[in-house]
């Protein structure tokens, strides 16, 4: 054993995913991702064709999803 090995706090690694989700334009979708989130104990995704008009910020659980302008046609 090192010095100061024993105070030393045991380091998590952060888990990284990319995820092509289709759309989350129907209702339920986001909370059906989300609900994949924390199975896969992911900490940050990309996930590719949301389908969401304009841009901005949506929070759902634990999770915040930012999102860019999307296609107005869905």
């Known amino acids: 054993m090192f010095p100061g090995e024993a105070s030393r706090s045991r380091k998590r690694g952060m888990k990284i995913g990319n995820w092509n989700v289709r759309s989350l334009y129907r209702v339920g979708s986001l909370k059906a991702a989300t609900r ?39």
């Open 36 to 74: 994949e989130l924390v199975r896969y104990k992911l900490d940050v995704v990309s996930v590719q064709e949301v389908r969401w008009d304009k841009g901005g910020t949506v929070r759902t659980g634990d999770y915040d999803f930012f999102y860019g302008k999307g296609n107005e046609n869905h």
